[in-house]
Every structure is written in structure tokens, then in C-alpha cells.
């Protein structure tokens, strides 16, 4: 009886060890310290009347950049568009497919010409610049076409990446990029 007693306690030990150990290394959530990351809002005030948002432009130009992951399995876009709306969603935004208050653009590597038509599409004024290396989510005001918050991710880091890490890493940059959206 006091064999497995021991037994016992020793299993519980050895899980509470395993579970700490789980948590201060390999499964908590990673950190790049080479992505610097920068969000700032625009416009002070009425993001509460501002509930809905809606994509209306990605711009992903990969072919200078010699770390994106092709595979036909993983559409960037997708990717991007994905960990922003689950974020937002999470901030209290309702993702709608039209007359969302906040009009989306997102992007990575941006083309600046590109990103001024859609913008002019949209009547959306961009007044100031806006990040055309690394990652950026631009969002702008529906009625006013003010450009309200962006924020951007660029990495000092080279070389290619596996799809584990581009994922882990698009994660990370967003997830603390949209930390900085106000609610």
C-alpha cells in the first residue's frame, strides 16, 4: 500500500513538472523578437459606434521577398484575412459582406500604387504613409473615408520558412498587432 502510495504521488509529481515545464517552453505561444510591430489609431474617438467591418482589398506581392511558403495547400491571403477577422472578432466586430462601418485592406509587400486605387475606389483618403515592407491592416472609416488605424509587422529576418513557421509567425504578428485596435 505505501509502494503505490509513493507510485501516486510520484505520477502527480512527475505531471505537475511536465505541465510547468509545457508551459514556460515549447507550448506557449512563441515569440519572434526579430518582427517589430507598430498599430496606431488615427481617429480618437467613435470606434464604439463602429461594430461591423468588412474586407474590400488584399494586396500580397511574395515574389521579392524569398521567405513565403508556396504550397497550393496555403493561400496567404486566406491566411492573413483569417487570423484578422478571428482578432476582431475576438475585439467585439461583427464581420459583415457589405456596409461594414470599417472597410479592411490587408496586405504584405505592399504595391503602393495599387494600394492608393483601391483606396480611391473606396473614397478613402490616405493622408499619411503607409508601411509598403512587411505586413500591413489598414482600416478606414465607410462614411467618412478617413483612414482610422493601421498597423504593420516587418521582420528582420531572412531566408526561406516552413509553413509551421510562416503560420506561427503571421499568427504572432497579428494577434499582438491588433492588440493595439481600439474597442
Known amino acids: 500500500m505505501v509502494n503505490q ?47 461591423t467591418f468588412q474586407w474590400i482589398g488584399a494586396l500580397v506581392f511574395v515574389g521579392d521577398t524569398g521567405r513565403t511558403v508556396s504550397r497550393a495547400d496555403f493561400d496567404l491571403k486566406q491566411e492573413i484575412q483569417h487570423l484578422a477577422s478571428l482578432q476582431m472578432r475576438r475585439k467585439g466586430f461583427r464581420q459583415v459582406a457589405e456596409n461594414g462601418r470599417l472597410l479592411g485592406i ?11 486605387l483601391i483606396a480611391q475606389n473606396h473614397d478613402i483618403e490616405i493622408t499619411f504613409e503607409v508601411p509598403t515592407r512587411g505586413l500591413a491592416v489598414l482600416f478606414a472609416d465607410s462614411e467618412t473615408g478617413e483612414l482610422v488605424w493601421v498597423g504593420s509587422a516587418q521582420s528582420t529576418k531572412g531566408g ?24
Not at 490587408?106 to 492608393?116: A, F, H, V
Not at 509553413?163 to 485596435?181: D, P, Q, S, W
Open 5 to 51: 502510495t509513493h507510485r501516486t504521488r510520484a505520477a502527480g509529481l512527475l505531471s505537475a513538472l511536465a505541465v510547468a515545464f509545457c508551459a514556460l517552453s515549447a507550448c506557449s505561444r512563441p515569440t519572434f523578437p526579430d518582427i517589430s510591430i507598430d498599430s496606431r489609431a488615427h481617429v480618437d474617438e467613435g470606434f464604439a459606434r463602429r461594430t
Open 106 to 116: 490587408y496586405g504584405l509587400n505592399i504595391d503602393e500604387p495599387t494600394l492608393r
Open 160 to 183: 526561406p520558412a516552413t509553413l509551421n513557421l510562416t503560420r506561427e509567425r503571421l499568427t504572432h504578428a497579428i494577434r499582438v498587432m491588433l492588440k493595439g485596435f481600439p474597442e
